[in-house]
């Protein structure tokens, strides 16, 4: 069993930055890729980026390529969202997720609203 707690979330003007933040239990994270979401109101859940157990690989959706940076942080159990030049666009709640297989996430957190004033 894996817990994710996300944080950083907040209301940032467009342009801005935020770094999210999902912290795990269990003694197992470095065996899980570690993902990101998001679902905005009145939309379905979609997918933001992924990294690979030892950080070597990741992968953007189109709309956040070159502005947000997934990374982890393996000894502490945490995996990061930079975001940067933030667009109201990107306004939503962002979850982060655990897979043992590739796409196929097992474990979910609760969330954390980013909001972009324009």
């Known amino acids: 069993q894996v817990q994710l707690v996300e944080s950083g979330g907040g209301l940032v003007q467009a342009g801005g930055s935020l770094r999210l933040s999902c912290v795990a239990s269990?003694?197992?994270?470095?065996?899980?890729?570690m993902g990101w979401f998001r679902q905005a109101p009145g939309k379905e859940r979609e997918f933001v980026a992924v990294i690979s157990w030892s950080g070597g690989r990741t992968y953007y959706a189109d709309s956040v390529k070159g502005r947000f940076t997934i990374s982890r942080d393996n000894a502490k159990n945490t995996v990061y969202l930079h975001m940067n030049s933030l667009k109201p666009e990107d306004t939503a709640v962002y979850y982060c997720a655990a897979a043992l297989r590739w796409e196929e996430y097992d474990y979910w957190g609760q969330g954390t609203q980013v909001t972009v004033s324009s």
């Open positions: 269990g003694r197992t994270f470095s065996s899980y890729y």
